[in-house]
């Protein structure tokens, strides 16, 4: 039952900049990875981006030196930064979290929840 609430799409110029934000929330224990990933118009969805709980970090060879991610362990929330954006950038975006939640009966068990997306255009 942990809910992802994403923030931060919509639309912009070739070059420019947008930040998204994703923040979790419910019974959670504990949040491992945190990860974003895209899905162009008629392609299949690939990851973008992910981040572990130590901070180490993992970029897809389209995006790298261009966007970034980190997170905010004290909110359950992780960002991706992008610049730099380029039309082909454009997609749905999903972050996805891992990690502990509590459960019924006061057990703790893996979860992972995926964001619904937010949708990111990039104009020529």
Do not use: H
């Not at 947008?18 to 899905?39: D, E, K």
């Not at 118009?41 to 990851?47: A, D, I, M, S």
């Not at 068990?109 to 020529?124: A, C, I, K, L, M």
């Amino acid at each position: 039952q942990v809910q992802l609430v994403e923030s931060g799409g919509g639309l912009v110029q070739a070059g420019g900049s947008l930040r998204l934000s994703c923040a979790a929330s419910g019974s959670i224990f504990s949040i491992s990875t945190m990860n974003w990933s895209r899905q162009p118009p008629g392609k299949q969805r690939e990851l973008v981006a992910s981040i572990t709980s130590g901070g180490s970090t993992n970029y897809a060879d389209s995006v790298k030196g261009r966007f970034t991610i980190s997170r905010d362990n004290a909110k359950n929330t992780v960002y991706l930064q992008m610049n730099s954006l380029k039309p082909e950038d454009t997609a749905v975006y999903y972050c996805n979290v891992g990690g502990t939640q509590y459960s019924k009966g006061g057990t703790r068990q893996e979860f992972r929840s995926w964001g619904q997306g937010t949708q990111v255009t990039v104009s020529s």
